[in-house]
């Protein structure tokens, strides 16, 4: 069917078709489709040797479960009512898994395209699908996922100075992680995803856009580079503020919060590898005292390679220069938990401008501060942190007279719930103790 067409059209399922894994061309192929009529292709590269000893078991699960979650970003396109497996289907639990997962992720979709998600996501379990069983690993060593970002960086460092065995890893390629990269001077796996264009081509006709759960994606993607390298853990950045919601229940951070975090493990130890482990290390600390820590001891390293603005994945591809736009409000919020730790001239200098003194951004500061109906839909801490770190702020920076906001109990140096591995999280409580 001409893609001029499908807009007119009511797609009743979305089809899972097939997947495979070209391992000498180190390519992983997605098929879905709509109703049999579209159909996409998506392909996965995995840009980095592999071990020779690979568990085949082991890595068709993870392949599978791979298939499943990246297929979020097709079917939210047309939200066809039935969800059907051609070749094969999933237990009870993993079916309850994914109806979760997709469902926690989509909120904000929903949300934004006032779209009543009640029934939309219909994952159902097959009968007569064998229950798919762990295997054991003979593992060892992590990854590392580099998000361009403080975080990131910060469990780089510290895991480096504590002789960890660990490789970077990112998805994508994008010029301006390349400084950082080298910078950390630790081997680093890339891996390139290629949407189908198709997708591209039906939203600007008017299919349904918005948030993915692209850390859920990214989850999958990572438990695969392990097994494909050998590796035993994967290390995220993610705080302890990823878990605060950002307007009721709806989380933009869904798949960064420890709920997600939890189930994906739970996920990996029952239907792939007891012996896999995804965690984030710095689940037990809030975004104000990572920024701490980050301002004290590392910011020096990396002070002009290293941005959480999103505008730097939106560069052109030959582009280097990182950038904090200074607009959006991953600037705002950065600047905020940065301000009790650097000096005015430093910060300002960093961003470019005094984003506290921009008229523009007030809006934006007063959802952060908790003053407005919803916190930015976007990768930002908790509201009582940012009121602590104004408060913090307030001497050096007399214009925040201007919000008016209510004091906070948040204390700074509170460990908050995890699933760090005991050896990790002994590590960790050395920078808070």
Request: aromatic fraction near 14%; charge should be neutral; charged fraction near 25%.
């Amino acid at each position: 069917m001409p893609l001029s067409s499908v807009m007119k059209h009511d797609y009743q399922s979305f089809i899972f078709e097939d997947y495979s894994f070209d391992k000498e061309n180190k390519k992983l192929i997605l098929h879905y489709s709509l109703d049999e009529e579209i159909f996409f292709t998506e392909e996965i590269i995995f840009d980095f040797t592999f071990v020779d000893n690979i568990n085949e078991k082991a890595l068709q699960n993870a392949l599978f479960g791979t298939w499943v979650m990246l297929g979020i970003s097709y079917f939210k396109a047309f939200l066809p009512p039935k969800i059907k497996f051609k070749k094969q289907g999933f237990t009870a639990n993993q079916a309850e898994f994914f109806q979760k997962t997709w469902a926690g992720g989509l909120g904000e979709f929903f949300y934004q395209n006032k779209i009543d998600p009640q029934g939309k996501i219909n994952f159902s379990s097959n009968k007569k699908t064998k229950p798919t069983n762990p295997v054991s690993l003979n593992v060892s060593g992590s990854i590392v996922p580099l998000g361009g970002g403080k975080d990131s960086l910060v469990t780089t460092e510290i895991l480096k100075e504590n002789n960890e065995d660990f490789v970077t890893w990112t998805v994508g390629e994008f010029p301006f992680l390349q400084n950082m990269i080298s910078k950390t001077r630790v081997p680093h796996l890339n891996v390139r995803r290629h949407l189908d264009p198709k997708l591209l081509d039906l939203n600007a006709q008017g299919a349904l856009n918005g948030h993915v759960p692209i850390s859920a994606i990214l989850a999958f993607l990572g438990v695969t580079s392990a097994i494909l390298t050998g590796r035993k853990n994967v290390i995220l950045s993610n705080e302890h503020s990823a878990s605060e919601p950002t307007v009721g229940d709806i989380n933009h951070q869904y798949s960064k919060s420890l709920e997600f975090e939890r189930d994906f493990q739970t996920y990996v130890h029952d239907f792939i590898s007891p012996d896999l482990n995804y965690f984030s290390f710095l689940r037990p600390l809030a975004e104000l005292k990572i920024a701490q820590v980050f301002c004290r001891k590392y910011l020096d390293m990396y002070e002009k390679i290293f941005s959480s603005c999103n505008s730097n994945y939106r560069l052109t591809e030959k582009s280097k220069q990182i950038t904090w736009c200074g607009k959006c409000p991953k600037c705002a919020f950065v600047f905020a938990i940065f301000a009790p730790f650097l000096g005015r001239e430093r910060l300002i200098s960093l961003f470019g401008k005094n984003l506290f003194a921009d008229k523009d951004l007030d809006q934006t500061f007063r959802e952060l501060l908790g003053l407005e109906k919803s916190k930015p839909f976007e990768c930002v801490g908790e509201i009582e942190e940012v009121r602590k770190s104004l408060e913090l702020a307030q001497e050096k920076w007399p214009e925040l007279s201007k919000f008016d906001f209510p004091k906070s109990n948040f204390t700074l140096e509170e460990l908050h719930p995890h699933l760090i591995p005991e050896n990790f999280y002994e590590i960790l409580r050395k920078i808070v103790s």
